[in-house]
């Protein structure tokens, strides 16, 4: 056995965990100067590997450097802050002569409820870890104006949060509203009705979204683009419904509650004459659809 090689490889092996976890936020990159205090324990730990690698007690120095590293990790290395919640009450007043507006919404992982009306251009609470959402209002034109909400702060912990970060934004109910919504991970809930919501843009890597549509006199395009989505749809009796789908893996109840097979995708019956109309796209590796009529909620 070659005692040397497996202690080298079980301090690389450490190393690249302690940079993986800064890397992504869990630790703090000042652990290295804290590791850095304890620089006689590590002295005592190579000079045991060098005086019992030829023995039954090989292993012991292995152990001993690995108990001093989660020992200096424990008094110091986790920064308390990237686990606290924050939560951050936001508005922005709608400018004058704004006719339509175009909201992003960029997130690591968690949770987005889009619902309204709003006093404004849109009203928000945030729950957050780390830094605040960033928010930055740019005119398009003189009659548009573009929303970017984001977080810059993307770090692995949000992950293991079990999608903890929330985000709630009520729209405006006075001018048209096209969103885009981009995460690595997303639990969407957008309920229709109280605003025009023109455009629903979604590209994740997993989503889980559920749409509840409503009567609102117009049409709505949605567009799904994710690696993994589960999507239900909540539809009123007098809402048209056509979804298109390009998944591979896709499993859906249209067929089972009476939707009209169409290019690519199912129909309402009711799809090319109602006023209210809801047109889906949704391309991803693994799909699942379930459309529930409104009134068997």
Not at 65 to 91: K, R, Y
Request: with cysteine; proline share 5%.
């Amino acid at each position: 056995m070659r005692v040397g090689r497996i202690n080298l490889g079980a301090a690389l092996v450490v190393i690249g965990l302690l940079l993986a976890l800064m890397k992504w936020g869990f630790l703090d990159w000042s652990l290295w100067w804290k590791l850095g205090r304890w620089w006689p324990a590590f002295l005592v730990v190579f000079g045991l590997n060098l005086v019992l690698q030829r023995t039954r007690l090989w292993f012991i120095p292995t152990v001993l450097g690995l108990l001093v590293v989660i020992f200096a990790v424990t008094i110091g290395g986790i920064n308390p802050g990237d686990w606290q919640t924050h939560t951050l009450v936001a508005n922005q007043s709608l400018p004058a002569g704004t006719q339509e507006a175009r909201i992003c919404l960029d997130m690591g992982a968690g949770r987005i409820r889009l619902v309204g009306p709003a006093k404004g251009l849109y009203e928000a609470e945030f729950r957050y870890f780390g830094d605040e959402p960033s928010r930055n209002l740019t005119p398009l034109s003189a009659q548009a104006v573009k929303v970017d909400i984001r977080q810059e702060d993307r770090r692995a912990p949000k992950w293991m949060r079990g999608l903890s970060e929330r985000w709630d934004l009520q729209l405006s109910s006075e001018i048209p509203n096209d969103v885009e919504v981009f995460a690595a991970a997303v639990d969407l809930g957008v309920f229709f009705g109280d605003y025009p919501l023109r455009v629903l843009d979604v590209s994740a890597g997993y989503g889980r979204i559920e749409l509840q549509l409503a009567e609102t006199g117009f049409r709505t395009d949605i567009f799904i683009n994710a690696t993994v989505t589960d999507i239900t749809l909540i539809v009123p009796p007098r809402v048209g419904v056509l979804v298109q789908m390009a998944s591979l893996l896709t499993s859906h109840n249209m067929k089972e509650i009476g939707y009209i097979p169409a290019e690519d995708g199912y129909r309402s019956a009711n799809y090319s004459e109602a006023e209210s109309a809801v047109y889906i796209y949704v391309a991803a590796t693994a799909a699942r659809l379930k459309v529930k009529p409104q009134n068997s909620i």
